[in-house]
C-alpha cells in the first residue's frame, strides 16, 4: 500500500486517520480540494476488506464530489469519509460521537453528512459533538430528503437533452424509460407525466413500480427489460455500473439521462460505446446534482423553493456540457471533468486576498446558529 503515492495521485489536501479501538473507530476523512469552500461530502459505513481498499475508495469519492459542487457552481469543496465496519452490526452512540469530535477538529475544513451505510439516526449522534454536518431531518431544522430536488435537476437536464436532439425541450410524447421507483424515480415521473411523457418503468420490487405506473398511467415492465424498451431517454434511478458491455448493446434510445451514481461502469470505453450508437449521454453527476444543492442550501438556512431555483440551473449546465462535448469533439463526461477544472481554476486566485476571520463566518453561520438552539 502506498499511502502518500494513492494521495498525490488525485491531488488530495489532506488525508485525516481517526482511530479509538475502545468504541471501535477506525475512519478516513479525505479532504480533496477546498478552494472553492468547506470541503462537503457524506460519510460511508462498510465493510472494507482491507485498509487499502478503504483509503482508495474515499480517495476516490472525495475527489468526485470537487468536481460536482464545482459544476454545479456551488461555493464547496471535495471531500468525504469512510467509517470501517459493519453498518448492521457495529453501530454505537460512542462511536458516532467519537467521529463527531475528529470532524469539529477539523473546524469546517470538512462538513459530513449521511451516505450508503449511514443514516439520519447515526448524523444525530455525529451532530451532538460537532456542527459541521448537514442533510439533517426537517424536524431538526435540516433539508431533509433531497429526492425531490435531485429529481426536478434530472428532469431539467433531461430537457436540455431533448432540445440537443429533437430541437424541442417539451418531453410531450416522448417516451422515457425508467429504470428504479425508489425516491428520485417517483418524484422524475410526476414531472415527467406533467409534461406529457409516456412512461416505462421498472423496480426489482415489483409492486413499488406498478404503484407509480399506476399513479403516472405509466406501464411497468420486467427489470430485465428495461434496457430494450423502444424510448426515447433511458432514465437509470438505480444502481451504479448499468451502462457496460452487456446492457448498452440492448439501448433503443437517443439520450441517457437519469439520477444514478456512477452509470458508465468504465468511463472511457462505455462512454465510447454510446457515441458509437448515437446516443447521447447526459454526466450521472452533474444531472443528479440536485442533491448536493439541496445540502449546500441547508449551510445558509434551507428554503425548499430556492434549492429547486438553484437545480432548474442544471438545464444550462447539461445545456453547457453539450455545446463543448460537440465543439471539442469529446465525450460529454470529459466536457464535464474540463468545465468543472475551469471554474476551479477560475475562482482559485480570488482566494489569495485574505478577508479575514470572518471567512466563512457566512457560510457557516446556519450551522453554528443551530449548534446554539
Ligand atoms: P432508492 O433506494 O429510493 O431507489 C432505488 C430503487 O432502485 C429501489 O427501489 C431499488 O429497489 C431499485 N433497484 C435497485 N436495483 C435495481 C435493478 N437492478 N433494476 C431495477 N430497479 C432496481 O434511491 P434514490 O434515493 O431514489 O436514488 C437512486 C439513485 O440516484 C442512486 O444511485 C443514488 O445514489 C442516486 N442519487 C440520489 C440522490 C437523492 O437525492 N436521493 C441524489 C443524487 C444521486
Same mark, same amino acid.
Given at each position: 500500500?502506498?499511502?502518500?503515492?494513492?494521495?498525490?495521485?488525485?491531488?488530495?489536501?489532506?488525508?485525516?486517520?481517526?482511530?479509538?479501538?475502545?468504541?471501535?473507530? =477506525?475512519?478516513?476523512?479525505?479532504?480533496?480540494?477546498?478552494?472553492?469552500?468547506?470541503?462537503?461530502?457524506?460519510?460511508?459505513?462498510?465493510?472494507?476488506?482491507?485498509?487499502?481498499?478503504?483509503? =482508495?475508495?474515499?480517495?476516490?469519492?472525495?475527489?468526485?464530489?470537487?468536481?460536482?459542487?464545482?459544476?454545479?457552481?456551488?461555493?464547496?469543496?471535495?471531500?468525504?469519509?469512510?467509517?470501517?465496519?459493519?453498518?448492521?452490526?457495529?453501530?454505537?452512540?460512542?462511536?458516532?460521537?467519537?467521529?463527531?469530535?475528529?470532524?469539529?477538529?477539523?473546524?469546517?475544513?470538512?462538513?459530513?453528512?449521511?451516505?450508503?451505510?449511514?443514516?439520519?439516526?447515526?448524523?444525530?449522534?455525529?451532530?451532538?459533538?460537532?456542527?459541521?454536518?448537514?442533510?439533517?431531518?426537517?424536524?431538526?431544522?435540516?433539508?431533509?430528503?433531497?429526492?425531490?430536488?435531485?429529481?426536478?435537476?434530472?428532469?431539467?437536464?433531461?430537457?436540455?437533452?431533448?432540445?440537443?436532439?429533437?430541437?424541442?425541450?417539451?418531453?410531450?410524447?416522448?417516451?422515457?424509460?425508467?429504470?428504479?421507483?425508489?425516491?428520485?424515480?417517483?418524484?422524475?415521473?410526476?414531472?415527467?407525466?406533467?409534461?406529457?411523457?409516456?412512461? +416505462?418503468?421498472?423496480?426489482?420490487?415489483?409492486?413499488?413500480?406498478?404503484?407509480?405506473?399506476?399513479?403516472?398511467?405509466?406501464?411497468?415492465?420486467?427489470?430485465?427489460?428495461?434496457?430494450? +424498451?423502444?424510448?426515447?431517454?433511458?432514465?437509470?434511478?438505480?444502481?451504479?455500473?448499468?451502462?457496460?458491455?452487456?446492457?448498452?448493446?440492448?439501448?433503443?434510445?437517443?439520450?441517457?439521462?437519469?439520477?444514478?451514481?456512477?452509470?458508465?461502469?468504465?468511463?472511457?470505453?462505455?462512454?465510447?460505446?454510446?457515441?458509437?450508437?448515437?446516443?447521447?449521454?447526459?454526466?450521472?453527476?452533474?444531472?443528479?446534482?440536485?442533491?448536493?444543492?439541496?445540502?449546500?442550501?441547508?449551510?445558509?438556512?434551507?428554503?425548499?423553493?430556492?434549492?429547486?431555483?438553484?437545480?432548474?440551473?442544471?438545464?444550462?449546465?447539461?445545456?453547457?456540457?453539450?455545446?463543448?462535448?460537440?465543439?471539442?469533439?469529446?465525450?460529454?463526461?470529459?466536457?464535464?471533468?474540463?468545465?468543472?477544472?475551469?471554474?476551479?481554476?477560475?475562482?482559485?486566485?480570488?482566494?489569495?486576498?485574505?478577508?479575514?476571520?470572518?471567512?466563512?463566518?457566512?457560510?457557516?453561520?446556519?450551522?453554528?446558529?443551530?449548534?446554539?438552539?
Amino acid at each position: 500500500m502506498n499511502v502518500f503515492g494513492d494521495i498525490e495521485q488525485r491531488g488530495h489536501e489532506q488525508v485525516v486517520f481517526c482511530s479509538r479501538s475502545d468504541v471501535g473507530l =477506525r475512519a478516513i476523512i479525505a479532504i480533496h480540494n477546498t478552494s472553492l469552500g468547506p470541503a462537503l461530502g457524506g460519510t460511508r459505513m462498510w465493510t472494507y476488506s482491507s485498509d487499502g481498499e478503504a483509503l =482508495r475508495d474515499v480517495l476516490r469519492l472525495s475527489r468526485g464530489m470537487t468536481y460536482k459542487a464545482a459544476i454545479a457552481g456551488l461555493n464547496l469543496g471535495g471531500g468525504k469519509a469512510v467509517i470501517i465496519g459493519n453498518p448492521h452490526k457495529d453501530k454505537s452512540e460512542p462511536l458516532f460521537r467519537t467521529y463527531g469530535r475528529f470532524v469539529e477538529g477539523l473546524a469546517g475544513r470538512y462538513i459530513t453528512a449521511e451516505d450508503v451505510g449511514t443514516t439520519v439516526r447515526d448524523m444525530e449522534w455525529v451532530r451532538m459533538e460537532t456542527k459541521y454536518v448537514t442533510g439533517i431531518s426537517k424536524a431538526l431544522g435540516g433539508s431533509g430528503d433531497p429526492s425531490p430536488v435531485t429529481a426536478f435537476g434530472v428532469f431539467m437536464g433531461m430537457k436540455a437533452c431533448a432540445r440537443a436532439v429533437y430541437g424541442s425541450d417539451s418531453l410531450k410524447g416522448k417516451t422515457v424509460a425508467v429504470q428504479g421507483a425508489g425516491n428520485v424515480a417517483s418524484h422524475l415521473c410526476d414531472h415527467l407525466k406533467n409534461d406529457g411523457a409516456k412512461i +416505462v418503468i421498472t423496480d426489482i420490487y415489483e409492486e413499488k413500480a406498478k404503484a407509480v405506473a399506476r399513479r403516472v398511467r405509466g406501464t411497468f415492465v420486467k427489470p430485465d427489460k428495461i434496457f430494450s +424498451v423502444a424510448a426515447d431517454i433511458f432514465a437509470p434511478c438505480a444502481l451504479g455500473g448499468i451502462l457496460n458491455d452487456e446492457t448498452i448493446p440492448k439501448l433503443r434510445c437517443a439520450i441517457v439521462a437519469g439520477g444514478a451514481n456512477n452509470q458508465l461502469l468504465d468511463e472511457k470505453k462505455h462512454s465510447k460505446m454510446l457515441i458509437d450508437r448515437n446516443i447521447l449521454y447526459a454526466p450521472d453527476y452533474a444531472i443528479n446534482a440536485g442533491g448536493l444543492i439541496n445540502v449546500a442550501n441547508e449551510l445558509e438556512g434551507y428554503r425548499q423553493e430556492r434549492a429547486l431555483k438553484q437545480a432548474e440551473g442544471i438545464y444550462d449546465i447539461i445545456a453547457t456540457i453539450l455545446e463543448m462535448s460537440t465543439r471539442e469533439e469529446i465525450p460529454t463526461y470529459l466536457a464535464a471533468n474540463k468545465l468543472a477544472e475551469e471554474r476551479i481554476q477560475r475562482i482559485s486566485p480570488i482566494k489569495h486576498i485574505y478577508t479575514g476571520p470572518s471567512e466563512f463566518a457566512g457560510r457557516l453561520g446556519e450551522l453554528h446558529r443551530r449548534a446554539r438552539v
